[in-house]
């Protein structure tokens, strides 16, 4: 089918058709990095870790709900909110969510400063940052399908969006964190292999996923069984290639015997 396919890639691609998959997080990864670095050269003593442990209130969350909401809203009057914008062909951005991102990073930064989830630390609650997070869930997917479909959005809906979205993400996060921390927070051997190799696969997985799709798209089984075929499959030839090919052939063998050992 047309376009030629050589075509498509040295003309179309780099054109209408741009875009870095899974890829755009790094570049923004790296992009936030570099402001960090510049953020500390400008005032080093601000990174300084407290001597102790600095636990967030209920304040302190609802604050942070607002403040990452407000970008959204902002860029959402001039963006639809689900817009990807290629800037020079480094960055994949999405305009109304950029603002976010770069919240959620800070309070890495935050969090790090303040000694979470260290042992005298914060540690996010089970129960209720997953009853939070489950509730949200309902109610931005209720408020998204039922306010923000439309072509011109009134911009009273526009704050609310900014608002579910926000708190949304915020339980979500803390309430994976809090699953992770009581469930998969193990030194067992597979968790720490798997760890280990967690940046390689992310790397790699679509070139193991999308042929396992395409290979299984013609055969006739129920099309639950065909996804978790492939997801299961998926994980563990993408952990295979990053331990026993990709992680020798870099020579990082030794740096992750010494990670697992301390």
């Avoid at 069984?225 to 499959?233: F, W």
């Amino acid at each position: 089918m047309p376009p030629n396919y050589f075509s498509f890639w040295g003309n179309d691609f780099f054109t209408k058709y741009y875009q870095q998959a899974h890829y755009w997080f790094l570049g923004i990864l790296v992009l936030f990095f570099i402001l960090l670095t510049i953020a500390y050269k400008i005032n080093p003593k601000y990174f300084e870790k407290q001597s102790q442990p600095v636990i967030p209130s209920a304040k302190f969350f609802t604050l942070f709900a607002l403040m990452s909401a407000m970008p959204f809203f902002v860029a959402n009057l001039f963006y639809p909110a689900d817009t990807w914008m290629p800037v020079k062909l480094i960055f994949m951005i999405q305009p109304v969510r950029i603002g976010l991102f770069a919240c959620y990073f800070a309070l890495g930064a935050y969090a790090w400063k303040n000694s979470w989830f260290t042992d005298d630390g914060y540690f996010p609650r089970l129960v209720p940052w997953v009853t939070c997070a489950l509730v949200m869930l309902v109610i931005f997917v209720i408020y998204r399908v039922s306010f923000t479909l439309t072509p011109n959005i009134p911009i009273h809906y526009k704050a609310g969006h900014a608002l579910t979205f926000s708190v949304f993400c915020m339980a979500t996060a803390f309430a994976l964190m809090a699953i992770f921390q009581r469930f998969f927070d193990s030194n067992a051997y597979l968790w720490r292999k798997l760890a280990a190799n967690s940046y390689i696969i992310y790397y790699i997985h679509q070139l193991v996923v999308i042929p396992l799709a395409y290979a299984v798209q013609q055969v006739q089984l129920n099309i639950w069984i065909k996804y978790l075929g492939v997801s299961i499959a998926s994980v563990i030839l993408c952990f295979l290639i990053a331990e026993y090919i990709i992680t020798p052939a870099l020579g990082l063998g030794n740096k992750h015997s010494k990670k697992l050992s301390s």
